[in-house]
């Protein structure tokens, strides 16, 4: 199979013996994102107004500061800072309170009534981190239903991996539900599926070895794949790696 500049993203992934794929493709795009928006563009304006105005999630924040750089931090925070003051501001000043809670039930919210907590739970809802992953991540399962319908070797790479978490999985079953017709269904589908199956055996078969380790009668016996169980199970079942340590700046 030819590798093709589009396709880089999706079969180093695929070929990256991890849990799961796209778990390693999100993190290796949330690394890429901190060192842009910390590196030097973090004094280009038209990144700046970017980040004024999506701001970051609560856990990218806090890995912007585990990170380190303190100078670009302080920057970005100074100017998203001033934007919401700004808009703020505008929010309060148009503030309508709602009625009671007895009251409310009864009385709908009229188109033109603000509500400065909306706004508020609005902001919280974006991310200029978590928008740049998102953006590559879609890209990348778009290309993998690509190269289901018109590369059947690729196939070969798929069923070479370790599966995927149960929260990217669900991405994938959906985007090949809507991107495939019913023949590339039909030849996906069994395939991921029994994947699954015999990769959640193998994390099971791992997790309940371990706690089995902590009873004194076996004490003296192998670990076999077990020693680092608790980890890999984890992100099975919720998706990334929570075993990593702190991502920092390496200057």
């Known amino acids: 199979m030819k590798e093709k500049l589009y396709t880089i993203e999706l079969h180093d992934a695929l070929a990256s ?10 993190r290796k795009l949330e690394q890429e994102a901190m060192e842009f928006v910390l590196g030097s563009s973090y004094m280009e304006s038209d990144i700046r107004d970017m980040t004024d105005k999506q701001g970051f999630c609560r856990r990218h ?24 003051r700004e808009e703020l501001k505008k929010q309060m000043n148009g503030f309508s309170p709602q009625p009671s809670a007895v009251l409310g039930r009864f009385k709908k919210k009229d188109a033109g009534e ?28 778009d290309t993998f239903v690509y190269q289901v319908k018109h590369e059947k070797e690729f196939l070969d790479l798929v069923k070479s ?5 149960i929260h990217h999985f669900a991405d994938l079953v959906e985007a090949c539900e809507q991107g495939l017709g019913k023949k590339d269904q039909d030849q996906i589908f069994p395939l991921l599926f029994e994947q699954m199956n015999r990769e959640l055996d193998r994390i099971q078969e791992d997790i309940d070895w371990l706690i089995e380790k902590y ?34 700046s390496r200057k």
């Open 161 to 165: 991996g370790k599966g995927f978490c």
């Open 61 to 84: 924040t806090k890995a912007m500061y585990d990170y380190g750089n303190t100078l670009g931090n302080a920057w970005i925070l100074k100017t998203r800072l001033v934007w919401l």
């Open 114 to 141: 603000s509500s400065v907590s909306a706004w508020i739970r609005g902001e919280e809802s974006h991310c200029y981190v978590c928008g740049r992953v998102e953006e590559t991540y879609r890209r990348v399962l």
């Open 215 to 248: 009873d004194y009668r076996n004490a003296d016996k192998d670990w076999k794949n077990s020693q680092d169980a608790v980890q890999r199970t984890m992100q099975k079942i919720t998706g990334g790696h929570p075993a990593d340590p702190v991502f920092k």
């Open 17 to 26: 013996g991890d849990e799961c794929p796209f778990c390693w493709l999100e």
